[in-house]
């Protein structure tokens, strides 16, 4: 390359699909420095269409230069929460039936075989019916699962179930549970192999459709997803183990704000604020805390080692309710900001100001809460009650009397038939959100505030306040909902001061005054007189498009310093394209026979002489793993280390005797990223 033309950067593209929007990001991948950003709305029908919408918004001349593009996605966490299930059949040699898990009865196989503690064969595997099941159903299933019992210590069963299925069925997917954890308990074991059996079709369409999105814009970078903790994987081996992406979306927004903060941070707590959710995580030494025993979602248990992240059912668009009682509630409803909806309909805001003009109806029901139509459903799929609601919202959204006023029955009988419309996503709910204030306080302006002012008063007067005080009491209310769950989220041992304060009027007013910001008067005469103070030993980081408006005054009554850094927005994208490969692997080294020693590895056991030569086996065999790991997740150059956990028992004799040895190997490596020629001659 000529001395006097400069080589173009080589360009990183960040893309995160969240509940909300889809975000996007162009980097440079050398200097770190963020080219170009970009938002578009998630559209859960087809999420491909919400990252074409961001992606396109993005700087074009710069994706000729884009040489990794990365992806972190809520697609399996919210396929797990909701129920979404594949085609499926697992088989469990040596399994009781109580070690099976529950909610997979109905689709799983108890095989005889499996193992001891030690390794040894239980029982002979009945490969026979294994493949007489294979036969009946390899033209009707999605994915087969395996998990045999102790296969953490020999993993032979399983490989030769894989081996069978590979040979009569081998274009369907078969997922090993010693290929996915070597952490002890069979059930939770058995779940998380058979979670991410059901997982594969699922994120194996979202990878297509993404590439499509990336071919469709002349960009051939290879493909990365962050996975749960952090780190990244090669798209194709993600495609089989895609159950380690639970939780990916909040992985990418720590790892992003640890990438926003550089070395000035190194200790933090990390507040996600998106549009359904905020969620907490905590940041030591630069890299989000794990939960190294397993991440629950849903009802299942998993051995997914995962960000330890908290979320709470707070958001920009989450939905500001009343009682009868006078409570105000946040959450944890999603709704359509009215503001927003005011945009496309905009009678909304004269039907709110004629409310607003009337006496106040019936305080059971929260009158600024609307509904509109969803999409279309046949005949066949709706009682008539729910169909004349839906004709009752063909022109435009209605509140719950207004629907009943066209119906011409009660508010309360229709309650019932909206609630089960909206779980069959015929209707949308819409209602007032935070939002709403930050139009009501000149802090946003995308929608119609005249909307939002309007619904603010109606709330107030049906709490018989007045509207700035009311708006002053849901700030309140919010900052002492987030801020509970962050106190919850650092106790340690846990302490369940969310659950207290909902159900304890004593720990309710403890905790309404450690977080009060109103004037001393107020605070008098609605808490009382006492006062209450915390104080976090770490900043409070906050990301997300609302983390500006929310986080500051959230962060006072932390008694901290409020940290929102710029692309605060778009800190998940930036995550899942700053983020590195982590691959880890365990030995473990127990005593045998005759004083000799056997390694259990993930591939099966290896035997050793003596006990320094069982170790010099095991520490050569993650070598080896960890390098041919870290190429096939996409990595080049690697950080190995290996720590070695020794447990010894005391005989009688006054003698100790070692009882195992633990190997952990751990390799950090940057993603392979494929240069241009004239990215190669930059110097």
């Excluded at 619904?455 to 309140?476: D, H, I, M």
């Excluded at 605070?523 to 009382?528: L, P, Y």
């Excluded at 002489?609 to 080049?636: I, M, N, P, W, Y």
Aim: aromatic share 4%.
């Amino acid at each position: 390359m000529p001395a006097d033309k400069v080589a173009p950067p080589a360009v990183g593209l960040g893309i995160d699909v969240g509940g909300t929007y889809s975000d996007s990001v162009l980097i440079d991948l050398e200097e770190r420095r963020v080219l170009a950003k970009a938002k578009s709305p998630t559209t859960h029908d087809d999420l491909a269409e919400g990252v074409r919408g961001s992606v396109g918004l993005l700087d074009k001349a710069l994706f000729p230069h884009i040489q990794l593009v990365s992806l972190s996605t809520t697609l399996a966490t919210n396929a797990l929460v909701e129920g979404r299930r594949s085609r499926v059949v697992g088989f469990l040699p040596g399994y009781a039936a109580a070690q099976c898990p529950p909610e997979f009865r109905e689709s799983v196989h108890l095989i005889a075989g499996g193992h001891t503690a030690e390794g040894e064969e239980l029982a002979p595997l009945d490969l026979a019916r294994v493949e007489r099941i294979v036969e009946e159903t390899r033209q009707t299933v999605d994915a087969y699962a395996v998990s045999s019992y102790f296969s953490t210590r020999n993993p032979v069963h399983e490989q030769a179930i894989h081996d069978l299925i590979g040979r009569l069925a081998p274009e369907v997917p078969v997922v090993c549970g010693h290929g996915l954890s070597l952490k002890l308990n069979a059930q939770t074991r058995a779940t998380t192999t058979i979670l991410n059996a059901h997982l594969i079709p699922l994120i194996r369409a979202l990878l297509r459709s993404v590439k499509d999105v990336l071919k469709g814009y002349a960009i051939r970078a290879p493909l990365m997803v962050v996975k749960g903790d952090g780190s990244l994987l090669r798209e194709d081996v993600v495609a089989e183990r895609p159950v380690e992406t639970i939780l990916s979306g909040p992985a990418a927004s720590v790892v992003g704000a640890s990438f926003l903060m550089g070395q000035s941070v190194a200790q933090a707590v990390v507040i996600d604020i998106g549009g359904t959710t905020s969620d907490i995580a905590v940041l030591k030494a630069g890299r989000p805390r794990l939960n190294e025993q397993g991440v629950t979602v849903g009802p299942w248990r998993t051995h997914v080692s995962a960000v330890d992240v908290r979320p709470v059912g707070l958001g920009g668009d989450s939905h500001i309710w009343t009682d009868q009682s006078g409570q105000i509630f946040i959450g944890p409803k999603r709704v359509e900001p009215l503001c927003v909806l005011a945009v496309r309909f905009p009678g909304l805001v004269s039907d709110l100001e004629a409310l607003l003009s009337r006496p106040v109806k019936e305080t059971r029901f929260t009158p600024t809460a609307y509904w509109t139509r969803n999409g279309a459903l046949s005949a066949g799929e709706l009682t008539p009650r729910e169909a004349e609601i839906l004709d009752a919202l063909a022109d435009g959204p209605r509140n719950v009397f207004g629907i009943a006023a066209a119906l011409d029955t009660y508010p309360i009988t229709v309650r019932e038939d909206l609630g089960r419309l909206e779980a069959k996503r015929a209707v949308r709910p819409a209602g007032f959100t935070p939002t709403d204030i930050f139009h009501i306080r000149d802090l946003l302006g995308l929608g119609e505030r005249r909307a939002s002012s309007a619904a603010a008063g109606l709330l107030a007067r049906q709490l018989g306040r007045e509207t700035e005080s009311f708006l002053l009491e849901v700030k309140e209310t919010f900052n002492r909902k987030a801020a509970v769950e962050i106190v919850e989220a650092l106790a340690s041992p846990p302490v369940p001061y969310a659950a207290q304060e909902a159900g304890c009027p004593a720990c309710r007013s403890i905790w309404a005054s450690a977080f009060w910001e109103r004037d001393e008067m107020a605070h008098r005469s609605t808490v009382g007189r006492m006062r209450w103070s915390v104080a976090l030993e770490d900043p409070l980081v906050g990301i997300g498009a609302p983390a500006s408006i929310l986080v500051p005054p959230l962060a006072r009554r932390l008694g901290t310093e409020p940290i929102v850094p710029e692309h605060a927005e778009v800190a998940n994208a930036l995550g899942a394209i700053v983020g590195t490969i982590l691959v880890q692997h365990e030995v473990l080294i127990r005593p045998a026979a005759g004083n000799r020693f056997v390694c259990f590895t993930i591939d099966g056991k290896l035997p050793g002489d003596t006990l320094d030569h069982a170790v010099e086996r095991g520490r050569s065999f993650l070598a080896d793993k960890l390098q041919a790991d870290v190429r096939r997740a996409g990595g080049d150059e690697m950080e190995l280390s290996i720590r070695e956990e020794r447990k010894q028992a005391r005989l009688a004799s006054g003698l100790e005797m070692i009882v195992e040895v633990i190997l952990r190997g751990k390799a950090i490596a940057k993603p392979r990223f494929h240069r241009t020629a004239e990215t190669r001659g930059r110097p």
